[in-house]
């Protein structure tokens, strides 16, 4: 079962050329402008608004489009080295290059620890190369730093019910859709989760 975490794997390596980085990144003299605490803030809230958006959105097809948004958010990491290096690694990882993909972004994680998108590339990237225990420590960083991180969260849940621990794997997509409550795989495996697991008590 790879739908869930598919979903975040789909998104984040479609459209992500090198060239399309480097254009995402804030110009070095508004940068320049701007204390980096100002910067900071001012994402933090416009991050804010996008989940409370997000979490209020009954339209599955504008809730996705609200969670793209999200997604860009966090893909931009402040530094056009991390960045160029997160699009080789999306490269390299769209043409199964998984080796290459895996020192690019070793040496994100190592260059920026407080980049939770950085961890949860590579948590896709060890998920892919069916190391889930790699992948689920990924998870765990990311989400200590971005409690709100529904493609980790879905990637955990995955996880979980590929290895039989469904209880634990339904707990994880709930906890998804308190976040993203429009995520529709997410909806479709809590709710056959919960008829495999009320069968078995029954």
């Known amino acids: 079962?790879?739908?869930?975490?598919?979903?975040?794997?789909?998104t984040l390596l479609a459209g992500l050329p090198v060239p399309a980085m480097a254009q995402a990144q804030t110009p070095i003299e508004q940068q320049a402008a701007?204390?980096?605490q100002t910067l900071a803030q001012k994402r933090s809230a416009r991050l804010d608004d996008l989940f409370a958006s997000l979490k209020r959105e009954s339209?599955?097809?504008?809730?996705?489009r609200i969670?793209?948004?999200?997604?860009m958010q966090w893909q931009n990491s402040g530094s056009a080295t991390v960045d160029l290096m997160m699009g080789?690694?999306?490269k390299a990882m769209e043409d199964k290059k998984y080796p290459v993909a895996l020192d690019f972004l070793d040496q994100v994680v190592v260059m920026k620890p407080d980049y939770a998108e950085g961890w949860n590339r590579r948590a896709t990237l060890h998920f892919m190369m069916n190391d889930y225990g790699r992948s689920m420590a990924d998870i765990q960083k990311t989400l200590a730093l971005e409690p709100r991180h529904?493609?980790?969260m879905a990637g955990m849940a995955a996880i979980l019910k590929?290895?039989?621990?469904k209880e634990a794997a339904l707990q994880a997509f709930e906890r998804v859709l308190t976040v993203y409550p429009m995520m529709r795989e997410a909806q479709k495996q809590a709710g056959e989760l919960a008829d495999e697991l009320t069968g078995q008590r029954t």
Do not use: C, H, Y
């Open 67 to 71: 969670a793209s948004l999200i997604q």
């Open 59 to 64: 339209n599955e097809v504008k809730a996705a």
């Open 88 to 90: 080789w690694a999306a």
């Open 162 to 165: 590929d290895t039989g621990r």
């Open 1 to 10: 079962m790879r739908s869930v975490f598919a979903f975040s794997i789909g």
């Open 34 to 36: 701007l204390p980096n």
């Open 150 to 152: 529904f493609g980790a």
